[in-house]
């Protein structure tokens, strides 16, 4: 977690191409990258294999109603 409303899940093994990730609940969360949004209840999320290619972490913000995370984000994405 890089605060309370990014949730980033680099890649640790070499050649994975998915991997695991929890996102806590309750909460919504949009996948930075394909913007795929995610209503999580109070017992949370497991996604069992998240797509991450090279360049592409699996990365989630927080849908808050005090900040459009997305679209700060959106100036350091290329």
């Not at 605060?3 to 949009?30: C, D, H, M, Q, S």
């Not at 996604?47 to 005090?66: C, F, H, K, M, Q």
């Amino acid at each position: 977690m890089l605060g309370e409303n990014i949730l980033v899940a680099p890649v640790f093994k070499k050649g994975a191409e998915t991997r695991a990730v929890y996102l806590p609940g309750p909460a919504e969360w949009t996948h930075l990258w394909t913007g795929e949004v995610f209503q999580v209840s109070e017992h949370g999320l497991h996604l069992s294999e998240v797509e991450t290619p090279i360049g592409e972490p699996a990365v989630y913000v927080r849908n808050t109603d005090s900040w459009d995370m997305l679209e700060i984000l959106s100036h350091y994405i290329p």
